[in-house]
C-alpha cells in the first residue's frame, strides 16, 4: 500500500496547502462543536466512547513506532515518545481511562500551548494521504480535544497550583530530554536546533535563546489561560458543592 510506505516526493507536506487547510477546519469545527453540545456530552454513555477513544490512541501509536520499524527509520534519537506532545498523548490516554485531575492539569498547558501550536504549523514530512499524516494530525488534534471535553463538559479547570505543576513537570524533565539528546544524537524537544520546516520558533530568535523564549512562553501563557478560567473554575466548584 503506498500511502503506507516510505516518504517520495508525491508525500512531501507543504503547510497551509489544501490537505492542511482541511484538517485545520475539521480541527476548529469539532472544537466549536465540543463547546456548543457539551451538555448533550455530559451523560453517562460517553463513558464508552471515552475508553473507545483512548484505545484508539494507543492503537494509532502503535502503529507509528511499527511502520518506523517495519521502514528502518526508528532511531533512539528521534523515535522514542519523549517529544512534549507525545508526554501529551500519554497524559491524553491516562486522562481518558482513569479522569484523575492530575493528568489534566499536566495537559491542559501542554495541549492548548503545545498540541494547538504543532497544528498549525507542524514539523511534519508526510502530506496527505500517507498514513504519517493521518497519524500525526489525529493525535495532536485529539490531545487538544479531549482538553477542552474535560474542561467544557466535565468541568475540569486549571488552578494557580496547576501552572506550578506544570512548569515544574517540564523543567524536572528538561536534563533528562538533554541527556538523552546528548547519548542518542538526538533533537527531542528541539533542544539542539529548531525544525527544519517552517515553524513557531522561527520566530523567537537564534538557538540557543528560542529556548529561553519558549520556557517565558510557558510561563506568560500558562497564567494567562489560568487568569482566564480562574472564575470559571470557582463558579464550577460552587456548583457542585450546591449540588452536594
Same mark, same amino acid.
Given at each position: ?8 516526493? !508525491?508525500?512531501?507536506f ?6 492542511h487547510?482541511?484538517?485545520?477546519t475539521?480541527?476548529?469545527?469539532v472544537?466549536?462543536a ?6 448533550d ?10 475508553i473507545g477513544?483512548?484505545l !484508539? ?9 511499527v511502520?518506523?520499524?517495519v521502514?528502518g527509520?526508528? $532511531?533512539? &534519537?528521534?523515535s ?5 506532545? =507525545?508526554?501529551?498523548l500519554?497524559?491524553? /490516554?491516562?486522562? @481518558? ?18 498540541a ?8 511534519l ?22 482538553? @477542552?471535553?474535560?474542561?467544557? /463538559? ?7 497550583? !496547576?501552572? +506550578?505543576? /506544570? ?10 530530554? +538533554? ?6 544524537d &538526538? =533533537?527531542?524537544?528541539f @533542544? ?6 517552517? !515553524?513557531? +520558533? ?9 529556548i ?16 482566564i478560567?480562574? =472564575?470559571? &473554575?470557582?463558579?464550577? $466548584?460552587e ?5 452536594y
Amino acid at each position: 500500500m503506498k500511502w503506507f510506505g516510505p516518504s517520495n516526493k !508525491s508525500f512531501e507536506f507543504d503547510m497551509f496547502s489544501d490537505s492542511h487547510f482541511v484538517i485545520l477546519t475539521i480541527f476548529i469545527t469539532v472544537s466549536i462543536a465540543i463547546f456548543l453540545y457539551r451538555k448533550d456530552l455530559k451523560k453517562d454513555c460517553w463513558r464508552k466512547v471515552e475508553i473507545g477513544f483512548a484505545l !484508539s490512541l494507543i492503537y494509532t501509536e502503535i502503529m507509528n513506532h511499527v511502520w518506523m520499524y517495519v521502514h528502518g527509520v526508528w $532511531k533512539l &534519537g528521534r523515535s522514542m515518545p519523549l517529544e512534549l506532545c =507525545n508526554i501529551g498523548l500519554l497524559l491524553t /490516554v491516562a486522562l @481518558l481511562l482513569t479522569k484523575r485531575k492530575i493528568f489534566f492539569e499536566l495537559l491542559f498547558f501542554i495541549a492548548i500551548l503545545g498540541a494547538t501550536q504543532a497544528t498549525f504549523t507542524p514539523a511534519l514530512t508526510y502530506d496527505f494521504p500517507h498514513f504519517r499524516f493521518f497519524h500525526f494530525f489525529y493525535a495532536h488534534m485529539m490531545v487538544v480535544w479531549v482538553t @477542552l471535553y474535560f474542561t467544557w /463538559v466535565k468541568g475540569y479547570y486549571p488552578t494557580f497550583q !496547576s501552572v +506550578l505543576k /506544570v512548569i515544574a513537570f517540564i523543567n524536572l524533565l528538561l536534563p533528562v530530554i +538533554l541527556f538523552v539528546n546528548k547519548k542518542a544524537d &538526538g =533533537n527531542y524537544w528541539f @533542544l539542539r536546533h529548531k525544525p527544519q520546516s517552517p !515553524s513557531f +520558533l522561527d520566530l523567537l530568535g537564534p538557538y540557543p535563546w528560542y529556548i529561553f523564549s519558549l520556557e517565558c512562553l510557558l510561563i506568560i501563557f500558562s497564567l494567562i489561560a489560568w487568569l482566564i478560567l480562574r =472564575n470559571r &473554575g470557582k463558579n464550577q $466548584k460552587e456548583r457542585s458543592y450546591a449540588d452536594y
